[in-house]
């Protein structure tokens, strides 16, 4: 009987049928930080042994065509927690001086508080400054979060004995053990000994791992350390991005141990689940904030980005072009695995997009709570994609990467999706006498490739000149819907 029950909620929800409280799922979303669509083994990496993450897709759906909603840290947790493209709340990068999510940006926790949850943070925040000394911006407890513990940015100082968690907005100081044990040990007691267990719960959980720095306990690193490891290694790729000419092969036992840690930790957030009874009436979610860090390369490293913290990185977009920071699908399609039981079929792989955009108004369907009407929310209830249905999108998904022209490396600013095709865009390059305001206020994609994501989804044969009528449109649509998002943030930012 509970079984149909649960079944019978679901065909209500896609129906559009309205829900009783008693219905709502608990929500629990997990997000790796950095972590590749060709990192896990579930995703074909014929290296690293990610047997949680595994195990959780083959209890639910594993999805190939999901997205951040941006193509680094800040911009992708802003999109998850508003429904927005984050241009629109000013996040045109990382978190910064002048880059926060402001308080008058509605989150999914704040929505989802308001029809009786209770909710909880932990981990990576890196949408404001938690030290208050600092600066006195907007946290988790002023955007949702009942009870929270995080940091502002990622472990710097490493990810063993972290030091700069906040609990409830009061530092915690030196903690022992490694960054993601911390977080999903703290949120298991969280579960289970401090939550109001009459309440439905949504937690988000944002770990460290595999961000720079990577450095595993040595029994992680040591079970990558053999003639194994080095034979596969010529079955790994890394979307076509250049890597450095200096051999940095010792180092991708910390890597590879570092993904295993983690599956490790997630592991135990599945267990405790199970012994608390939480399992069957909890959507479980798994994915990451953008694709896989690159190593930096001689010519990079002349100038801003002498990193050589990323020489751990080899993560890994599996066949997809590109990774982090760029439009390429490697840079923002992302693993993506949903579990509900009874709801989501086990072993179900979808193809269907489903962009980090898409949470907020596919977790208010599934609360009960009305999305936002004051503002533009740019994602939509994509729960179908979840069981591999079509959803009904009616503007394409966009990502954003601007740049100072060649100052990092040369790469184009933003991919437009719609249906079949993506539409990749290259702003003409920035002069040195014009700054980044007035070039970005002032310019337009100018330059074009098109994909035929059916038929090339690792984007090698660019199309554009086979296909001028469906450039011409998507091309009307892309610079409509930049304007549109730069000028909303703009105004957010400078004003």
Request: net charge negative.
């Amino acid at each position: 009987m509970k079984n149909c029950i649960w079944i019978l909620t679901v065909i209500a929800l896609l129906s559009g049928c309205s829900r009783n409280v008693s219905t709502q799922p608990n929500i629990l979303i997990f997000l790796a930080d950095d972590l590749g669509y060709g990192d896990l083994g579930c995703y074909g990496n014929p290296i690293i042994k990610t047997p949680h993450m595994d195990k959780l897709a083959a209890e639910g759906v594993r999805m190939t065509d999901c997205h951040s909603g941006g193509t680094v840290c800040s911009p992708s947790r802003s999109a998850l927690l508003t429904g927005r493209n984050p241009y629109r709340s000013g996040f045109f990068y990382i978190q910064s001086r002048d880059t926060h999510l402001h308080g008058d940006e509605i989150t999914i926790a704040e929505l989802l508080g308001a029809q009786g949850y209770e909710t909880s943070f932990w981990g990576k925040w890196h949408l404001s400054a938690l030290e208050k000394s600092k600066r006195d911006e907007p946290g988790p407890g002023d955007q949702g979060f009942d009870y929270w513990m995080g940091t502002t940015l990622n472990a710097f100082e490493g990810p063993e004995d972290p030091e700069k968690f906040y609990l409830n907005g009061k530092p915690m100081g030196k903690l022992d053990g490694w960054y993601c044990d911390i977080i999903v040990d703290k949120a298991c007691d969280w579960l289970e000994n401090k939550r109001n267990k009459n309440k439905p719960f949504f937690m988000k959980i944002c770990s460290h791992e595999p961000h720079t720095p990577i450095s595993p306990p040595a029994q992680y690193s040591r079970r990558y350390d053999n003639p194994e490891t080095e034979a596969l290694e010529k079955n790994i790729q890394y979307g076509g991005v250049k890597r450095p000419e200096r051999d940095i092969s010792d180092y991708k036992k910390e890597y590879y141990g570092t993904v295993t840690q983690l599956d490790n930790a997630i592991g135990r957030l599945m267990d405790t689940l199970e012994s608390l009874g939480l399992n069957e009436n909890t959507l479980v979610i798994l994915t990451s904030d953008n694709g896989p860090e690159t190593p930096v390369t001689m010519e990079e490293s002349l100038g801003q980005w002498d990193d050589p913290i990323r020489d751990k990185c080899f993560g890994s977009p599996g066949t997809l072009k590109g990774m982090k920071r760029y439009p390429y699908e490697g840079g923002h399609r992302v693993p993506g695995i949903a579990r509900w039981l009874q709801v989501i079929p086990e072993g179900l792989e979808s193809n269907v997009l489903f962009n980090g955009t898409d949470f907020l108004p596919t977790f208010c369907k599934l609360a009960g709570a009305p999305v936002p009407s004051d503002r533009p929310i740019d994602g939509i209830d994509a729960f179908s994609a979840f069981l591999n249905k079509q959803v009904d999108r009616k503007t394409p998904s966009i990502w954003f990467y601007p740049h100072h022209g060649d100052t990092y490396f040369r790469m184009p600013q933003m991919a437009m999706r719609d249906n079949d095709y993506t539409l990749i865009g290259w702003l003409p390059k920035k002069p040195d006498s014009v700054d980044m305001k007035t070039w970005m206020m002032t310019s337009d994609p100018h330059t074009f490739e098109l994909y035929d994501m059916i038929r090339d989804p690792l984007q090698q044969h660019d199309i554009a000149k086979q296909k001028p009528g469906i450039v011409a449109a998507m091309r009307k649509d892309m610079i409509a819907l930049w304007r549109e998002m730069r000028d909303e943030g703009l105004a957010r930012k400078h004003k």
